[in-house]
C-alpha cells in the first residue's frame, strides 16, 4: 500500500483521520493542560504561602 | 486486619497520597505511551472489514472513548459515594476530578461516533437511545463541574457533586442495554461477548490494547489533576508549608 493510499483510506480517509486526531488532541492535550494546571498551582501556592510568612 | 486499616489510613492521607501519586504518574504515562504505540500499530495493520470498508478503523478510538466515558462515571461515583459515607477527603477529591477527564472522553466518544456515522448512517446524528443516552452522560459530567464550582465550600460542594453523581448512575445501565432495548442505527456491541466475539482477532487484538492503554492513561491523568487540586485545597495545612518550604520558597 501506497502513503497515499494509505491517507485515502479508502474514501474514508477525512473520517478516520479526523476521529484519530480528536483521540490524540484530547488525551495529550488534557496532559498538557493539567500539567500546565499543576504547574499554576503549585506557583500559587507558593505565593500564598510566602505571603502569609510575611503576613505573621 | 488492623495492619490493613492503617494501611489504608496512610495512604489516603493527603500528604502520603502527594508524595506516592508523585512517584506513580510517571509510570502510568510512560506504560501508556507504549501501550497506545502497539495499539496503533495494530489498528492501522489490522485487515479492512468487508461491510465497512477502512472506516471501521474509527472503531478502535470510538470504543475505547465510549468505554472510558463509563468506566470514569462509575469510578467518579464509587470515590463519591466513599467520600460521602466515611468523609474521606481524598475519595471526594477523586469525585471532582475524574468529571473532567470523564467529560473529555464522552465528548470524544459522541465526536468520534458522528464522523463515523456520517459515512455509514449518511447522518452525522440521530436522537436515538444509544447516542442520546451518552448526551446525557455528557450532561452528567458537565452536571458535576458546574455544580462543584457553584458551591465556594469545597467538602460541601463535593457532598453535592457525589449525590448528583450516585444519581446519574442509573444512566449508565441505560447506556449499555439501549442497543438491545431499543432499535436502533447503532451496531450492537463489540465486546460483551468475549467467549464469541462479533469481531476477528487481528481487529479484536488492537481494540483490546487500546481499551488497556486508555485504562492505564485514566490513573496517570487523574493523579496529576488530585495533586493539583491537593496542593490548593490543603494550602493551609502543615505538610503543604513543609513540601514547600523544603524545596526553597
Redesign the interface.
Known amino acids: 500500500m501506497s502513503f497515499s493510499e494509505f491517507l485515502y483510506m479508502g474514501g474514508y480517509g477525512f473520517y478516520v483521520w479526523s476521529s484519530w486526531g480528536l483521540f490524540f488532541l484530547v488525551v495529550f492535550g488534557n496532559l498538557i493542560y493539567t500539567q500546565s494546571f499543576y504547574r499554576r498551582t503549585l506557583r500559587e501556592t507558593r505565593n500564598f504561602l510566602k505571603r502569609s510568612r510575611n503576613k505573621s | 486486619m488492623n495492619r490493613i486499616v492503617q494501611f489504608f489510613h496512610k495512604t489516603v492521607s493527603p500528604e502520603y497520597f502527594y508524595w506516592l501519586s508523585g512517584k506513580l504518574i510517571p509510570w502510568f ?1 510512560g506504560i501508556f505511551v507504549v501501550v497506545l504505540a502497539f495499539g496503533v500499530w495494530g489498528a ?1 495493520t489490522a485487515p ?1 472489514d468487508y461491510q465497512q ?3 471501521y ?2 472503531i478502535f ?2 470504543v475505547p ?1 465510549a468505554y472510558m466515558s463509563m468506566l470514569i462515571y462509575v469510578c467518579m461515583a464509587v470515590a463519591g459515594f466513599i467520600g460521602l459515607v466515611w468523609h474521606i477527603k481524598l475519595a471526594e477529591i477523586t469525585a471532582v476530578a475524574s468529571a473532567p ?1 470523564g467529560a ?2 464522552t ?2 466518544a459522541l ?2 461516533g458522528s ?2 456515522g ?2 455509514m448512517w449518511g447522518t452525522y446524528w440521530v436522537w436515538d437511545a444509544r447516542l442520546t443516552s451518552e448526551l446525557i452522560l455528557l450532561f452528567l459530567y458537565i452536571g458535576v463541574i458546574a455544580l462543584y464550582n457553584a458551591i465556594d465550600d469545597h467538602r460541601k460542594a463535593a457532598r453535592a457533586v457525589a449525590i448528583l453523581a450516585l444519581v446519574g448512575v442509573v444512566n449508565i445501565p441505560i447506556i449499555h442495554f439501549s442497543v438491545e432495548w431499543w432499535s436502533t442505527l447503532h451496531q450492537p456491541a463489540t465486546l460483551s461477548k468475549l467467549d464469541q466475539p462479533s469481531m476477528h482477532p487481528d481487529m479484536l487484538r488492537p481494540l483490546l490494547i487500546m481499551i488497556v492503554a ?1 485504562t492505564i ?1 485514566f490513573p ?2 487523574l493523579f ?2 488530585i ?3 491537593l ?2 485545597q490543603e ?1 493551609r495545612s502543615r505538610w ?2 513543609r513540601l ?2 523544603e524545596e526553597g ?1
Open positions: 504515562i492501522f479492512t470498508g477502512e472506516s478503523r474509527i478510538v470510538h472513548a477527564i473529555a472522553f465528548a470524544l465526536a468520534t464522523l463515523w456520517k459515512p486508555c492513561y496517570g491523568i496529576m489533576r495533586r493539583a487540586m496542593l490548593r494550602r503543604v508549608a514547600l518550604g520558597t
